[in-house]
């Protein structure tokens, strides 16, 4: 359940199949900023307008004008920017995304229909199709040693080779509000994190995380 497309459908995102080059997700973190530019230049023009050198914005987005947009950035058709939304680069917004107000994104991929619409922090993270985060739920992506962040599953530690690493949030994942992602966390498809949840290490697809050491499957 670690490998990007048991997290992601790639067909939902345009970044799909660049993804599909990556086995596992954190793999294509330090690729970001590169692919976006790369495919920012070659976007249709009738359909997106480059507002700002290397920030592409699809005609039917919506942007308010409050909202601060770093380069480089795609925001796809139908996306949303609200008041306050701070998009700090490598950033890419998919189809009919929400981000909110006093959300601050960098470094991190929104699938298509991803919503992060009050208060959260996503850095060094890759979102999935129709995920939810609630008012005030972040991706921590640094450790307060400073030291590597490593994928932690119970048989095995992988490491990223990388010092920045936030959250792998599969498709259709609920995170309750103030929750806080630990570095290196990976969330599996059509799970829910409650609220104030203090979550480490990978969970699976469809459960609910009560607790650390808490979870439970969902009923069908």
């Known amino acids: ?55 592409w914005v699809h005609r039917n987005a919506t942007i308010a004008p409050t909202a601060h947009l770093s380069g480089p950035c795609i925001v796809d058709d139908g996306a949303e920017i609200r008041h306050g939304a701070f998009i700090r680069g490598n950033a890419l917004i998919g189809k009919g995304c929400v981000v909110g107000n006093s959300v601050e994104v ?67 994942v609920e995170i309750g509000c103030n929750s806080v992602l630990n570095p290196g966390v990976v969330i599996g498809k059509n799970t829910t994190v409650y609220p104030l949840s203090f979550v480490r290490g990978v969970l699976p697809a469809d459960g609910i995380y009560k607790r650390q050491g808490e979870v439970v499957e969902k009923r069908r």
């Open 1 to 55: 359940m670690l490998t990007t497309r048991d997290l992601y459908d790639l067909s939902k995102s345009i970044a799909g199949g660049w993804l599909a080059d990556f086995e596992y997700p954190w793999q294509a973190l330090a690729g970001i900023g590169k692919w976006l530019i790369s495919t920012g230049h070659v976007l249709d023009e009738t359909d997106f307008r480059e507002v700002l050198p290397t920030v």
């Open 106 to 172: 960098k470094n991190a991929l929104l699938f298509d229909g991803a919503q992060v619409p009050h208060f959260n922090y996503i850095g060094d993270s890759i979102v999935g199709y129709k995920a939810h985060f609630g008012a005030g739920a972040v991706t921590s992506n640094l450790k307060s040693d400073r030291t590597e962040v490593v994928i932690k599953t119970k048989e095995k530690v992988m490491p990223t080779g990388l010092k920045k690493v936030g959250s792998f949030v599969g498709d259709g």
